[in-house]
């Protein structure tokens, strides 16, 4: 059916027929209901002791995780409010690695207390206006909680070993694994940041866990052009080629007209003498390995295994820059007035074998700055589940170096938060105030939830948790043993970066506005 406005009392329809139109209360309460179920979808993997999920695509690829970036990535998800929750957690990844789950929770919260607000005739601008004055105290809160404490080596292992607790590590600990990280960040950082680029995982399926390792360069999933080619080199020197070492292609249509066979020799000859070039070419310039963004001729790869040069072609793009970082060459695309400025060095490239595959590893160097996490695990599953795992932790530890330093974790910084925002709010007037304690109890929801999920009654957790808090200033809910008790986290060991805590109330924020200020949905047929 078509939608008709009026002017001078005459019907005007400006919308075409099919078109569905939801208003006021109606459009609020259905945006609403959405962002909350999307929340309710990962609200049980929150935690060390939270839940995993099972995602089942259309065609039955499996994952099976309890990140919330990845489940919420993985949803088939349509409805627009609810795709807003989905892109606050997509925001938290890419501005600091880790809290998506955290970021979508307190969205959902926000929405659930502002349909109570609504119900309350509290107007939509009020409650936008509350939280943005909320969000701005929390964010005076979370600089409060920061830790004065250096960040050296073990308390960014405490940062990245409790990113990672609770998730699917297969048979190596947490600790162990986030020795690996702060030593793989150390490695690439600079004097003004951390380079995280230049950390590389590379997932390998066929052995434990436990065998996950560091290697201080890069790792190819690629194979040498041709078998008679060296396994290994030491003290390697480089070549990164954007060029295709094939027969020159001419740029205009020709015809060439052979009448002998002396002159098809000599056309064979010159190709030859042509292709024989780059592998003398590089000989001569000293190169022991290549790397080629494009083709590599057969026969030039066989010249090339002739003297004793490794070669690899068709090499992307994303490797070949790491290749370069990782030893200093320039990608360069001719072989004409190269100089050794132009090439890399290793100490060492050789290729290993894993069941069917090869893997090339290229190790050490002057010029060194990339390296990379191998990681192992009994099947595809632990993989990636393990690479899902170190990239938050690896993303958690940069943004406590670069971003702002670490803050207790275990909800003792959100429980920190409510109360300041409740202390707060004592002096907003009007129904503001209203909007700001809302805002408090949805945080409050977080520390609730951890301890729920842990085992813990919610009720009688967040009592004893702003009861210690009074006390003592700093409580968390502690999972151990099959259940969790509320203690200092920062005795156990459980801290995030604060950059963590600030993104997420950013986004959750900014969505949970966005979603209430809509009170008309115009949907086309």
Do not use: W
Not at 421 to 428: E, P
């Amino acid at each position: 059916m078509s939608q008709a406005f009026y002017a001078g009392g005459q019907p005007l329809f400006i919308l075409s027929e099919g078109t569905r139109r939801t208003r006021g209360r109606d459009a609020q309460g259905s945006n609403i209901a959405a962002g909350k179920a999307v929340s309710g979808a990962v609200r049980t993997t929150l935690g060390p002791r939270g839940m995993d999920k099972m995602l089942v695509s259309s065609s039955g690829d499996v994952v099976i995780t309890n990140d919330g970036a990845t489940i919420l990535n993985k949803m088939d998800i349509e409805h627009p409010a609810a795709q807003m929750i989905v892109e606050v957690s997509q925001t938290q990844e890419d501005e600091v690695g880790d809290g998506t789950t955290t970021a979508a929770v307190l969205a959902g919260e926000l929405l659930a207390k502002a349909e109570d607000l609504l119900e309350d005739d509290v107007h939509a601008t009020t409650i936008v206006e509350g939280y943005h004055e909320a969000a701005r105290l929390a964010h005076e809160a979370i600089d409060a909680q920061v830790l004065s404490d250096e960040l050296d080596d073990n308390l960014l292992e405490k940062v990245a070993e409790s990113s990672m607790t609770g998730k699917g590590t297969g048979d190596v600990a947490a600790d162990v694994l986030a020795r690996t990280v702060v030593k793989a960040i150390r490695h690439v950082q600079g004097k003004k940041k951390v380079e995280r680029d230049n950390v590389r995982i590379h997932t390998q399926v066929g052995s434990s866990s436990s065998a996950t390792e560091l290697v201080e360069g890069v790792i190819l999933d690629e194979e040498p052009v041709n078998e008679n080619m060296p396994r290994t080199v030491e003290d390697a020197t480089i070549a990164v080629l954007d060029m295709e070492l094939d027969v020159r292609k001419s740029h205009v249509d020709a015809e060439y007209n052979i009448t002998s066979i002396e002159q098809l020799n000599a056309a064979i000859e010159a190709e030859e003498g042509e292709l024989r070039g780059y592998a003398a070419a590089l000989k001569d310039a000293g190169v022991d390995v290549v790397f080629a963004t494009d083709d590599i001729d057969d026969r030039v790869g066989s010249f090339l295994a002739k003297a004793d040069i490794l070669a690899y072609e068709n090499v992307g793009k994303k490797d070949a820059t790491a290749i370069a970082r990782a030893t200093g060459a320039t990608r360069i695309g001719t072989l004409e007035d190269v100089s050794d400025d132009d090439f890399g060095h290793a100490d060492r490239i050789h290729v290993r074998r894993f069941g069917d595959e090869e893997l090339t590893f290229l190790e050490g160097g002057a010029a060194a700055e990339s390296v990379t996490v191998f990681v192992r695990g009994g099947t595809q599953h632990v993989c990636d589940e393990l690479e899902r795992a170190l990239e938050d932790a690896l993303d958690v530890v940069t943004a406590a170096l670069d971003k702002g330093g670490v803050v207790p974790g275990a909800g003792a910084t959100e429980i920190a938060v409510a109360d300041y925002i409740r202390a707060k709010s004592a002096g907003i007037e009007g129904r503001k105030q209203l909007a700001v304690n809302a805002f408090a109890d949805a945080v409050d929801m977080l520390p609730r939830t951890l301890a729920e999920n842990t085992g813990m009654d919610p009720i009688d957790a967040l009592v004893d948790l702003r009861s210690r808090f009074e006390a003592e200033g700093r409580a968390g809910v502690i999972a151990e043993g099959q259940t969790g008790v509320i203690g200092d986290p920062l005795e156990y060991g459980i801290m995030d970066p604060a950059a963590v805590k600030h993104e997420a109330v950013e986004s959750a924020t900014e969505a949970a506005t966005m979603i209430v200020r809509i009170d008309d949905v115009i949907a086309a047929k």
